[in-house]
């Protein structure tokens, strides 16, 4: 059991927390989600705009993030209660931490979905359940895979069993082993997938689909969307990253750790983009077709290529163990939480964070077959809680920590913690008070409808009146600070 007063569990190598974060950051965001957003979003335009959310957004927030976590050493609930009274601030803030906490158990209740998806299509490689299908079979497959509610639930429980499990057995065992061996594995089967894609007749057009951005096809609605998913991907603002940094050693660099997770998870959404288009542009697919893109273009893929079945269940492996790595770091918050306030078990918050995550996964599942038509302002359940996480409570989370670490904390924390020399802090510090509120404000902003951005033509104005937001914050900043104080 840890208790508060037990030295809290660290990561066991090196390379612990870069794998285990790494671990966390890939998953189904990258390989099921980007692909299909991106089709949805119209390609190039809105993949520069993801690319920058994770440079100017996605970096400084995950680094504030995991410095949050390691000197509050505790769940984002305590953690950051802990460095705020620390600064002898208010501890108010850790409403906060109650948000980032319940995104992470709102994405999970759907992820376990998809990732019941990621399950029951290995099942079909290795029973053949594919074979000989085409295009208009992989759609008909993949709904009738949905229309049958034991059929999911199985699958979606059984990823909630699995889940439970690792995360009942603790930090190191469980997590830090898994990640070792899956990362590089799902390096090389997607290398294998853009191998194929490349013989396949659609890599070209694929490539000009992804990087070739005409300034005119990025509606606002896609820039929230890149902003909602550069939180997503990178596990930000939902518990994760924030809980997985309390388990950091003291001595390791907070700003090489982030920079790695997020160049290794960015070149996986790339390259995942890059093995699925050409199948799609091969097979005269339509790439807006939505959250099942993945599951109907693959199969086809692992059809035609030499070997496709054994690359197929391999495929399917690496996918469900890269959903199982993400889904263990999105309890982890919660469980970290009930043992240490509760004085529960590990095994016992698991199991019991477990039970309420099944009924909460179980209507989410339901929104594919007798609940489809359960819907509230258009959207189904699962829809809600995907759309409520990624484009309002990640970007609102984010802002809060930014702020917080940027305005309100004293300079020493975050001193001691990332440990940049002078000029660089000063760097860090410019975009947590400026770039990065003002991205996610400018995003939103834009989304409400209040001010058209067009994209392209006015960054020009968007620069100046960064540069005015950062002359009047820093000439304001000592007010700002009492203000935000509480
Ligand atoms: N980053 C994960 C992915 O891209 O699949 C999803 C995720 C994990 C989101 C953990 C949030 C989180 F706390």
């Not at 469980?174 to 390096?187: A, D, H, L």
């Not at 924030?242 to 960015?266: E, H, K």
């Not at 939103?444 to 914050?473: K, Q």
């Amino acid at each position: 059991m840890t208790t508060p007063q037990q030295p809290r569990a660290q990561w066991l190598g090196r390379w612990g927390f870069v794998l285990a974060a790494t671990g966390s950051a890939v998953g189904l965001g990258n390989i099921w989600k980007f692909p299909y957003i991106t089709g949805e979003h119209g390609g190039g335009a809105f993949v520069l705009v993801y690319l920058a959310c994770i440079l100017a957004v996605g970096v400084p927030v995950m680094m504030t993030e995991i410095a949050f976590g390691r000197r509050g050493r505790g769940s984002p609930i305590d953690a950051v209660r802990r460095v705020v009274t620390e600064s002898g601030r208010s501890s108010a803030w850790s409403l906060l931490g109650w948000l980032a906490m319940l995104a992470g158990f709102m994405i999970l209740s759907f992820y376990v979905v998809v990732a019941g998806w990621s399950f029951s299509y290995l099942w079909k490689m290795l029973t053949g359940g594919l074979a000989g299908s085409g295009v208009d079979d992989m759609v008909a497959i993949f709904v009738a895979n949905n229309e049958n509610p034991l059929n999911l639930g199985f699958w979606s429980t059984l990823v909630v069993v699995l889940t439970m499990l690792i995360v009942g057995r603790g930090v190191q065992a469980g997590i830090e082993r898994s990640v070792t061996w899956m990362m590089p594995g799902m390096v090389i089967m997607l290398l294998i997938l853009i191998g194929y894609g490349m013989t396949s007749g659609g890599f070209g057009e694929a490539w000009r689909f992804l990087f070739s951005f005409d300034t005119g096809s990025l509606s606002s609605d896609g820039m929230l969307a890149a902003l909602g998913h550069a939180f997503f991907t990178l596990s930000l603002a939902s518990g994760a990253i924030l809980t997985y940094g309390s388990y950091l050693p003291a001595r390791a660099s907070i700003v090489r750790t982030t920079f790695s997770v997020a160049m290794a998870d960015t070149l996986v959404a790339l390259m995942a983009g890059l093995a699925i288009f050409p199948v799609i542009f091969a097979n005269g697919m339509d790439p807006g077709e939505g959250p099942g893109l993945i599951f109907m273009s693959l199969p086809l893929a692992f059809q035609a290529m030499p070997m496709g079945t054994l690359f197929g269940i391999l495929f399917f492996v690496m996918l469900s163990m890269a959903a199982l790595t993400s889904a263990i770091s999105m309890v982890e918050a919660t469980v970290s939480w009930l043992c240490d306030n509760k004085g529960l078990s590990r095994r016992a918050a698991a199991w019991g964070t477990g039970i309420v995550l099944w009924l909460i996964s179980t209507m989410a599942m339901l929104s594919f077959n007798v609940g489809a038509d359960w819907t509230l302002l258009g959207r189904h359940f699962f829809d809600w809680l995907d759309y409520l996480t990624s484009r309002w409570m990640m970007p609102l989370g984010g802002l809060g920590m930014v702020l917080l670490a940027g305005f309100v904390l004293k300079s020493e924390t975050f001193r001691d913690e990332l440990g940049l020399s002078p000029r660089w802090h000063a760097l860090w510090l410019f975009m947590v008070r400026y770039v990065s509120p003002f991205g996610i404000l400018v995003i939103f902003v834009d989304a409400l409808g209040i001010a058209r951005i067009e994209f392209g033509i006015h960054w020009p104005w968007l620069l100046a009146a960064l540069a005015l937001a950062t002359l009047i914050g820093e000439l304001a900043s000592p007010r700002l600070r009492q203000a935000l104080a509480g």
